[in-house]
Protein backbone atom coordinates (compact mmCIF):
# COMPACT_ATOMS: atom_id res chain seq x y z
CA UNK A 1 0.00 0.00 0.00
CA UNK A 2 1.23 3.25 -0.70
CA UNK A 3 -0.62 6.25 -0.13
CA UNK A 4 0.04 9.86 1.91
CA UNK A 5 2.03 8.35 4.20
CA UNK A 6 3.33 4.89 2.84
CA UNK A 7 4.78 6.42 -0.37
CA UNK A 8 7.35 7.57 1.81
CA UNK A 9 8.78 4.57 3.06
CA UNK A 10 10.52 4.17 -0.55
CA UNK A 11 11.71 7.58 -0.19
CA UNK A 12 15.55 9.11 0.86
CA UNK A 13 16.47 8.51 4.63
CA UNK A 14 12.93 6.17 4.98
CA UNK A 15 14.49 3.91 2.53
CA UNK A 16 15.80 1.08 4.62
CA UNK A 17 19.47 0.66 3.03
CA UNK A 18 21.28 -2.39 3.29
CA UNK A 19 24.36 -0.56 5.36
CA UNK A 20 21.76 0.48 7.79
CA UNK A 21 22.93 -0.78 11.08
CA UNK A 22 20.24 -3.15 12.77
CA UNK A 23 19.08 -1.04 15.36
CA UNK A 24 18.13 1.48 12.29
CA UNK A 25 16.64 -1.18 10.19
CA UNK A 26 14.49 -2.67 12.76
CA UNK A 27 12.60 0.64 14.08
CA UNK A 28 12.71 2.01 10.21
CA UNK A 29 10.86 -1.29 9.39
CA UNK A 30 8.21 -0.80 12.19
CA UNK A 31 7.95 2.94 10.83
CA UNK A 32 7.23 1.55 7.19
CA UNK A 33 4.13 -0.61 9.17
CA UNK A 34 3.07 2.35 10.80
CA UNK A 35 2.77 4.91 7.26
CA UNK A 36 1.25 1.81 5.78
CA UNK A 37 -1.26 1.56 8.63
CA UNK A 38 -2.13 4.98 9.21
CA UNK A 39 -2.90 5.36 5.12
CA UNK A 40 -5.21 2.67 5.38
CA UNK A 41 -6.81 3.92 8.33
CA UNK A 42 -7.89 7.01 6.25
CA UNK A 43 -10.02 5.03 4.30
CA UNK A 44 -11.32 2.16 6.17
CA UNK A 45 -14.84 1.40 7.49
CA UNK A 46 -15.42 1.59 11.19
CA UNK A 47 -15.21 -1.75 11.67
CA UNK A 48 -11.65 -1.97 9.66
CA UNK A 49 -10.66 1.37 11.48
CA UNK A 50 -11.28 -0.05 15.11
CA UNK A 51 -9.09 -3.10 14.28
CA UNK A 52 -6.51 -0.78 12.69
CA UNK A 53 -6.74 1.73 15.73
CA UNK A 54 -5.77 -1.51 18.18
CA UNK A 55 -3.10 -2.82 16.12
CA UNK A 56 -1.59 0.69 16.09
CA UNK A 57 -1.87 1.46 19.72
CA UNK A 58 -0.21 -2.25 20.34
CA UNK A 59 2.35 -1.57 17.95
CA UNK A 60 3.42 1.92 19.13
CA UNK A 61 3.26 1.06 23.05
CA UNK A 62 6.15 -1.52 22.03
CA UNK A 63 7.75 0.89 19.86
CA UNK A 64 7.95 3.36 22.19
CA UNK A 65 9.34 1.34 25.20
CA UNK A 66 11.94 -0.18 23.27
CA UNK A 67 13.15 3.05 21.92
CA UNK A 68 12.83 4.97 25.49
CA UNK A 69 14.12 1.66 27.60
CA UNK A 70 17.37 0.62 25.45
CA UNK A 71 17.61 3.12 22.44
CA UNK A 72 17.76 6.33 23.60
CA UNK A 73 19.55 5.97 26.08
CA UNK A 74 21.93 4.71 24.45
CA UNK A 75 21.98 7.61 22.04
CA UNK A 76 22.13 10.00 24.81
CA UNK A 77 25.77 10.09 25.29
CA UNK A 78 26.63 9.32 21.76
CA UNK A 79 24.29 12.17 20.06
CA UNK A 80 23.22 14.47 23.27
CA UNK A 81 20.12 15.15 24.80
CA UNK A 82 18.52 17.44 22.24
CA UNK A 83 17.13 15.18 19.61
CA UNK A 84 16.51 12.55 22.52
CA UNK A 85 14.56 14.41 24.77
CA UNK A 86 12.40 15.76 21.96
CA UNK A 87 11.51 12.37 20.82
CA UNK A 88 10.43 11.36 24.67
CA UNK A 89 8.07 14.63 24.60
CA UNK A 90 6.50 13.20 21.33
CA UNK A 91 6.11 10.01 22.80
CA UNK A 92 4.08 11.29 25.42
CA UNK A 93 1.33 13.29 23.06
CA UNK A 94 1.49 9.99 21.41
CA UNK A 95 0.60 8.07 24.51
CA UNK A 96 -2.08 10.59 25.67
CA UNK A 97 -4.13 10.03 22.56
CA UNK A 98 -3.61 5.76 22.89
CA UNK A 99 -4.69 6.00 26.29
CA UNK A 100 -7.93 7.69 24.98
CA UNK A 101 -7.93 5.24 22.07
CA UNK A 102 -8.02 2.57 24.21
CA UNK A 103 -10.69 3.75 26.44
CA UNK A 104 -13.22 3.46 23.45
CA UNK A 105 -14.99 1.49 21.20
CA UNK A 106 -14.78 2.54 17.77
CA UNK A 107 -18.39 4.17 17.16
CA UNK A 108 -17.47 7.51 19.26
CA UNK A 109 -17.97 10.34 16.90
CA UNK A 110 -14.71 11.27 17.74
CA UNK A 111 -12.76 8.44 17.11
CA UNK A 112 -11.65 8.23 13.18
CA UNK A 113 -10.55 11.90 14.01
CA UNK A 114 -8.17 10.61 17.44
CA UNK A 115 -6.83 7.89 14.84
CA UNK A 116 -6.04 10.76 12.22
CA UNK A 117 -3.88 12.85 15.03
CA UNK A 118 -2.01 10.03 16.35
CA UNK A 119 -1.17 9.30 12.52
CA UNK A 120 -0.32 12.61 11.68
CA UNK A 121 1.80 12.93 15.02
CA UNK A 122 3.55 9.85 14.67
CA UNK A 123 4.62 10.17 11.36
CA UNK A 124 5.60 13.84 11.79
CA UNK A 125 7.85 11.70 14.54
CA UNK A 126 8.99 8.57 12.53
CA UNK A 127 10.08 11.26 9.92
CA UNK A 128 12.51 13.27 11.97
CA UNK A 129 13.36 10.22 13.46
CA UNK A 130 14.49 8.91 9.90
CA UNK A 131 15.85 12.35 8.75
CA UNK A 132 17.88 13.53 11.71
CA UNK A 133 17.97 11.03 15.09
CA UNK A 134 19.13 7.79 12.94
CA UNK A 135 21.36 9.74 11.01
CA UNK A 136 23.09 11.37 13.99
CA UNK A 137 22.80 7.88 15.32
CA UNK A 138 24.62 6.19 12.22
CA UNK A 139 27.57 8.91 12.09
CA UNK A 140 28.18 7.99 15.60
CA UNK A 141 28.36 4.48 14.97
CA UNK A 142 30.54 4.88 12.31
CA UNK A 143 33.40 6.62 14.83
CA UNK A 144 32.81 3.79 16.93
CA UNK A 145 30.58 5.85 19.39
CA UNK A 146 28.31 3.53 19.74
CA UNK A 147 27.71 -0.22 18.10
CA UNK A 148 24.22 0.09 16.60
CA UNK A 149 24.15 -3.40 15.38
CA UNK A 150 24.49 -4.85 19.14
CA UNK A 151 22.00 -2.36 20.13
CA UNK A 152 19.71 -3.78 17.51
CA UNK A 153 19.80 -7.02 18.93
CA UNK A 154 18.99 -5.95 22.25
CA UNK A 155 15.93 -4.11 20.90
CA UNK A 156 14.82 -6.71 19.40
CA UNK A 157 15.13 -8.83 21.64
CA UNK A 158 13.41 -7.20 23.58
CA UNK A 159 10.57 -5.86 21.18
CA UNK A 160 9.46 -9.35 21.01
CA UNK A 161 9.77 -9.78 24.97
CA UNK A 162 6.57 -7.43 24.79
CA UNK A 163 5.40 -8.90 23.07
CA UNK A 164 5.37 -12.25 24.25
CA UNK A 165 3.80 -10.47 27.03
CA UNK A 166 0.55 -8.81 25.18
CA UNK A 167 0.30 -12.21 23.77
CA UNK A 168 0.28 -14.51 27.32
CA UNK A 169 -1.61 -11.11 29.47
CA UNK A 170 -3.22 -9.07 26.74
CA UNK A 171 -0.56 -6.09 28.15
CA UNK A 172 2.90 -4.95 28.03
CA UNK A 173 3.74 -5.14 31.51
CA UNK A 174 6.01 -3.31 33.43
CA UNK A 175 8.81 -1.35 31.08
CA UNK A 176 10.69 1.55 32.22
CA UNK A 177 9.90 4.11 30.01
CA UNK A 178 10.35 7.64 30.37
CA UNK A 179 8.08 8.97 33.18
CA UNK A 180 6.25 12.89 32.73
CA UNK A 181 8.18 13.75 35.47
CA UNK A 182 11.29 12.99 33.18
CA UNK A 183 9.80 14.83 30.76
CA UNK A 184 9.01 17.87 32.64
CA UNK A 185 12.77 17.76 33.71
CA UNK A 186 14.09 17.03 30.21
Known sequence: MSGKYGSRNSQGQHRIDKKDPLAISLLKEEHHV??????????????RLTAIARELCMRLTVHMAIEEEILYPAL????GDDEVNEGIVEHQSGKRIIAELEQLDGSEELFAAKVHVLGEETVHHIDEEDEDLFEDAKSAHEKGKIDLDALGETLRSRQAELYDQI??????????EAQPDEVERA
Open 34 to 47: FRNLFDEAETANPH
Open 76 to 79: RPAI
Open 167 to 176: VTSGETGKTS
